[in-house]
């Protein structure tokens, strides 16, 4: 229990990004640096007032510091990494983790099936756009998605045990990728930058690229290029795309383009790239039409928006579920919703 506890109990620390003293601090020093440093050593449980004491300062439940499930974060990619101080990446794994040990508690306790069928795996080394928009098309195919839009990418990706998580971060993030626990696919987002739906979806397929594919000798910057056709075929497959616009064009109007972002979910922007990625117009019409949206201050807010829901009530779902079948208590589930009992009760009051 003491090493529960230790390693809770850091987490919490570095999830807040404060240091020892940060939090001694933060604590009015009514507990000492020293006394600190012995509970995340693990040589000794503070008393249930204590843990109240670090549980406000750290703004996380008393039963936080006891969450046994194991969580351990493969090789965790950032995008825009080098701009990112170590300080604030750390944060964004410990919430990350967070959130997931929170998940799979829950499944743990439900005795769900989290295994990921990887259809990729076997996929060749990827160094150029044709393969992969091919290892879009299988995925689509494998998925059973048809050539049609994806209307939620974030319950998508969650119903075939991809675990999405939105983070409230610094803005250098946009987001990362990687394994739990050896096995466990994750992906995140930072909601406070990316907080339009249709650049969620391809932020959040961006990811599922790095993911999934496996890259050549090629530089970070072609990777990134292919990770975003990647999203760009998943969301709008080459097919779907000349049948919209037709096999070749001189030119393409404001009015097409508004149509296809609002009904399959990808910017104005993406839309012409992917166009120029399926020869259906070429580079001088692309670099003239990005022009024009510079000019028209369009980079990000286009004159269309998407307006589809990027959301999945999954986690929702199971705890209610396991509530309503006793399976947890009450206050057991305030703690896995990360609420106060009372928060919880008055919030679902209705329910129960």
């Known amino acids: 229990m003491k090493e529960v506890f230790a390693e809770r109990f850091k987490s919490a620390r570095l999830m807040k990004g404060f240091s020892l003293q940060d939090l001694a601090d933060a604590l009015e020093n009514q507990l000492s640096r020293q006394a600190l440093h012995r509970y995340e050593k693990g040589e000794v449980i503070p008393d249930a007032e204590k843990i109240n004491l670090l549980s406000r300062a750290l703004n996380v439940n008393p039963d936080y510091f006891f969450r046994s499930t194991k969580v351990e974060l493969g090789e965790v990619e950032f995008r825009k990494l080098s701009k990112m101080p170590q300080k604030e990446a750390t944060v964004i794994k410990e919430i990350t983790k967070e959130k997931l040990s929170r998940y799979l508690e829950l499944e743990e306790i439900l005795g769900l099936p989290n295994e990921f069928e990887d259809y990729l795996k076997d996929f060749e080394i990827v160094t150029e756009y044709e393969q992969v928009n091919r290892a879009a098309e299988l995925l689509r195919e494998k998925w059973s998605l048809g050539s049609g839009p994806i209307f939620n990418i974030v319950e998508l990706l969650e119903d075939k045990n991809i675990k999405v998580v939105d983070l409230r971060v610094n803005d250098d993030f946009d987001g990362l990728q990687t394994r739990v626990n050896g096995t466990i696919p994750v992906v995140a987002y930072n909601a406070n930058k990316i907080n339009k739906p249709d650049r969620i979806r391809f932020t959040l397929l961006h990811e599922l690229a790095h993911l999934l594919l496996k890259f050549g000798n090629i530089t970070e910057r072609q990777k990134e290029t292919l990770c975003h056709q990647f ?93 309503v079948e006793d399976q947890i208590s009450m206050s057991k589930a305030a703690s896995l919703n990360n609420q106060t009992l009372a928060d919880f009760r008055k919030e679902h009051q209705m329910a129960f």
């Open 231 to 323: 999203a760009g075929a998943m969301l709008l497959p080459e097919k779907t795309l000349k049948a919209e616009l037709g096999e070749h064009r001189n030119k393409l109007s404001i009015n097409e383009l508004g149509n296809i972002k609002k009904q399959y979910g990808i910017s104005m922007q993406a839309v012409v790239m992917r166009a120029k990625d399926c020869g259906i117009i070429n580079e001088h019409y692309t670099k003239q039409f990005f022009f024009i949206i510079r000019q028209m201050n369009w980079k990000v807010d286009e004159p269309v928006e998407y307006n589809g829901a990027e959301e999945s009530n999954r986690f929702e779902q199971l705890l209610f579920r396991a509530l």
